[in-house]
């Protein structure tokens, strides 16, 4: 029986991660279906398709899937027609958040992003309520063993990054999102390789949440990361320290 009760936990647990897994594809493959259908199929000429076939590939979407969503983006194959938006709200604690949307029903999306928000204490807000509180820009994490700081540096200030900064296991690059390909470029001239390489929105300040609100706010973030309308979240909480712990 111990050992049925075993297969079963096993069989239950690779279910969640595959359910999750199909999920995740079904949202890179909306954003490339979605950058195919305003710029063309082509990622030489279209960065936008580039960058999202790029963030499919890292996780290792099928390519079958990111080819069928282009055929759908350009027309060869039929489609939904999503557009794409850009929520802004507050959460527990007044952290703002930001989440980047692709729906092909505006009303329906705005239903379930306004009940989300509510049921982890937080509120939707008006365009413009916090996105103020974030720059739109070019983002790299790279491993710091794999790379001396000062050479790092002087790449990426050559390519026109605004700074590097040192964590406790990584290097974290930051860039006008305008330039964001040629800083990608100059990296790989130099076969530095990236843990992640994407334009998003990074906050200008933060809001330290602890206790109840930390826990809510966690719960904001799994449910809107949950919702197949959302490409992605944004926000400027920091966990205090004891909260985290």
């Not at 079963?8 to 995740?24: F, P």
């Not at 309520?129 to 974030?134: A, I, K, R, T």
Request: glycine share 10%; charged share 30%; net charge negative.
């Amino acid at each position: 029986m111990a050992g049925h009760s075993h297969a079963a936990n096993i069989a239950h647990r690779k279910g969640i991660v595959d359910a999750k897994r199909g999920k995740l594809f079904s949202k890179l493959c909306r954003a490339v279906y979605v950058a195919a259908r305003l710029g063309g199929g082509d990622p030489d000429s279209n960065l936008k398709l580039r960058y999202a076939i790029d963030k499919a590939r890292s996780f290792s979407c099928p390519k079958e899937n990111i080819e069928r969503s282009i055929k759908k983006g350009i027309g060869e194959l039929g489609g939904a027609n999503y557009e794409e938006i850009l929520y802004e709200g507050f959460g527990p604690g007044g952290v703002a958040v930001l989440c980047e949307i692709l729906t092909d029903n505006r009303n329906r999306t705005a239903g379930e992003i306004r009940k989300t928000f509510e049921i982890c204490g937080g509120n939707l807000g008006g365009a413009g309520s916090v996105s103020y509180l974030f720059n739109y820009k070019g983002w790299f994490i790279i491993d710091n063993e794999s790379i001396d700081e000062d050479k790092l540096m002087e790449i990426a200030l050559e390519a026109g990054a605004d700074d590097v900064v040192r964590g406790e296991d990584v290097f974290e690059i930051t860039c006008d999102a305008k330039i964001f390909d040629s800083v990608r470029q100059a990296l790989a001239d130099h076969k530095i390789e990236t843990i992640t390489a994407e334009t998003r929105y990074i906050p200008t300040t933060t809001v330290e949440i602890d206790g109840d609100n930390a826990k809510k706010m966690l719960k904001l973030r799994d449910l809107l990361d949950d919702n197949d309308d959302v490409q992605s979240v944004h926000a400027n909480e920091v966990v205090a320290e004891e909260a985290a712990a």
